[in-house]
């Protein structure tokens, strides 16, 4: 993907578990960047709805 120069989008979901887990969102995106600096991130709960209306709205206007 990245030599096609596909946009790649990460949806990071279980982000309502974000408070018990010891997990850095921050640092694992800056990692993910440092690879691919063009990246575009979702982050979601499918539980608590958390985001989906961004996600949502944004594969909309890829399908137009």
């Not at 309502?16 to 921050?26: A, G, H, N, R, T």
């Not at 990692?31 to 709960?45: C, D, H, Q």
Request: glycine share 4%.
């Amino acid at each position: 993907a990245i030599e096609a120069d596909l946009e790649i989008i990460p949806v990071i979901n279980k982000i309502d578990l974000l408070p018990y887990l010891e997990f850095d969102l921050e640092k694992a995106k800056d990692y993910a960047m440092r690879v691919n600096p063009k990246l575009k991130f979702f982050e979601v709960s499918a539980t608590s709805g958390e985001g989906m209306d961004q996600w949502v709205d944004w594969l909309l206007t890829q399908t137009r």
